[in-house]
C-alpha cells in the first residue's frame, strides 16, 4: 500500500495568512493526487485532483503542486470559511490511500 | 446536479451484518466507478472499496476477507455489505463517485453514522 504522510498535522493561521500544506507519498505515484476540505459534521469537498487542477468552483487563491512523492496545497490569503481540515489521496493505484489530514485553526 | 444519498441502518450489533445502499441521482450508474469510505469519529477518512460500472471491484486489504460492494442497475443504487462487524467499524460511511478519468472522488454524499453497538 502507498502509505500519505502529511504535515503538519495542524496549523494555526489567521486570516490572510499564506498557508501551506505538505503531502508526501511513500512511493511515486506522478500526479495522481487529489486534495480534499472537511468541515465539521460534512462531506469532505473535492479541492484539485491530478495534483495541481483546481476543481470547478473552487476559489483560486487555492492552488496544488508537486508529483512524485511531494506535493503541496497552498491557500494564498486564508478567509473565514477555509478553516477546517484538508487531507491529500493517492489515485495512482488500489488501495486507495488517504493522509491523516491537516487542521487549518 | 448528481446527488448520493446512503442509507441504511441506524445501529448494527457486534457480530452482525452492516449493509448500506446508496442512491445515485442525476447520474447513471453505468457511466462512473463508485466507492465507500468511512471516517471513524474523530478520526481521519478510510478508502473501504470502489466497483467499476462494469461491475469489476477493489476492497480494503485489511477488510477484504469482510467486505463486498454491489451494483443495483435497475434502481441506479449501489451497496456495501460488512460482516463480522465489531466496534471498530463505527464510523460515518460515505458513497463516493470516482471522477472520470479516475482522478479523485468528485461527489460525495452526506454520510451515514453507523455505530457498532449491542
Known amino acids: 500500500d502507498i502509505q500519505m504522510t502529511q504535515s503538519p498535522s495542524s496549523v494555526s493561521a489567521s486570516v490572510g495568512d499564506r498557508v501551506t500544506i505538505t503531502c508526501r507519498a511513500s512511493q511515486g505515484i506522478g500526479t495522481w493526487l487529489a486534495w480534499y476540505q472537511q468541515k465539521p459534521g460534512t462531506a469532505p469537498k473535492l479541492l484539485i485532483y491530478a495534483a495541481s487542477t483546481l476543481q470547478s468552483g473552487v476559489p483560486s487563491r487555492f492552488s496544488g503542486s508537486g508529483s512524485g512523492t511531494e506535493f503541496t496545497l497552498t491557500i494564498t490569503s486564508l478567509q473565514p470559511e477555509d478553516f477546517a481540515t484538508y487531507y491529500c489521496?493517492?489515485?495512482?493505484?488500489?488501495?486507495?490511500?488517504f493522509g491523516q489530514g491537516t487542521k487549518v485553526e | 446536479q448528481v446527488h448520493l444519498q446512503e442509507s441504511g441502518p441506524g445501529l448494527v450489533k457486534p457480530s452482525e451484518t452492516l449493509s448500506l445502499t446508496c442512491t445515485v441521482s442525476?447520474?447513471?450508474?453505468?457511466?462512473?466507478?463508485w466507492a465507500w469510505i468511512r471516517q471513524p469519529p474523530g478520526k481521519g477518512l478510510e478508502w473501504v472499496s470502489s466497483?467499476?460500472?462494469?461491475?469489476?471491484?477493489n476492497h480494503s486489504p485489511s477488510l477484504k476477507s469482510r467486505v463486498s460492494i454491489s451494483l443495483d442497475t435497475s434502481n441506479n443504487q449501489f451497496s456495501l455489505r460488512l460482516t463480522s462487524v465489531t466496534a471498530a467499524d463505527t464510523a460515518v460511511y460515505y458513497c463516493?463517485?470516482?471522477?472520470?478519468?479516475?482522478?479523485?472522488?468528485?461527489?460525495w454524499g452526506q454520510g451515514t453514522m453507523v455505530p457498532v453497538s449491542s
Open positions: 442525476d447520474a447513471s450508474i453505468h457511466d462512473y466507478s
Open positions: 489521496q493517492q489515485a495512482n493505484n488500489f488501495p486507495r490511500t
Open positions: 463516493a463517485r470516482h471522477a472520470s478519468g479516475d482522478w479523485a472522488f468528485d461527489v
Open positions: 466497483v467499476s460500472y462494469s461491475g469489476s471491484t
